[in-house]
């Protein structure tokens, strides 16, 4: 069975960090990018960060632009989203996805087949 499954989301206050984890099972993200999306009640899906298959492509969302790291580890079959100075209007479910990457290069409005089940991000004093 496929799956990505994200870890990492917490309560944090405002300025603090957090690292996103998303890891595979059942297939190795190799040949895969990964983007990170996230989802705030009554908001549409929006895209926060994506990787290409090496890593040698990424993109940012202009919110997030400076604060998010994205990288990975492709021998630990992970990808990482390093969040510094959070705010409250970070808070959201976020889910990472997988689509093949043939040109590696990653793109927010790839259609991505595989998705997690999503990690809580709340940002509070």
């Known amino acids: 069975q496929l799956q990505l499954v994200e870890s990492g989301g917490g309560l944090v206050q405002p300025g603090g960090s957090l690292r996103l984890s998303c890891a595979s099972s059942?297939?190795?993200?190799?040949?895969?990018?990964i983007g990170w999306f996230r989802q705030a009640p009554g908001k549409e899906r929006e895209g926060v960060s994506c990787?290409?298959?090496?890593?040698?492509?990424?993109n940012y969302a202009d919110s997030v632009m400076g604060r998010f790291t994205i990288s990975r580890d492709n021998a630990k079959n992970t990808v990482y989203l390093q969040m510094n100075s959070l705010k409250p209007e970070d808070t959201a479910a976020y889910y990472c996805?997988?689509?093949?990457?043939?040109?590696?290069?990653?793109?927010?409005?790839?259609?991505?087949?595989?998705w997690g089940q999503g990690t809580q991000v709340t940002v509070s004093s």
């Open positions: 059942g297939f190795t993200l190799d040949y895969y990018a």
């Open positions: 996805a997988a689509v093949f990457d043939l040109q590696a290069k990653c793109a927010m409005t790839s259609t991505y087949t595989y």
């Open positions: 990787i290409s298959r090496r890593g040698g492509s990424t």
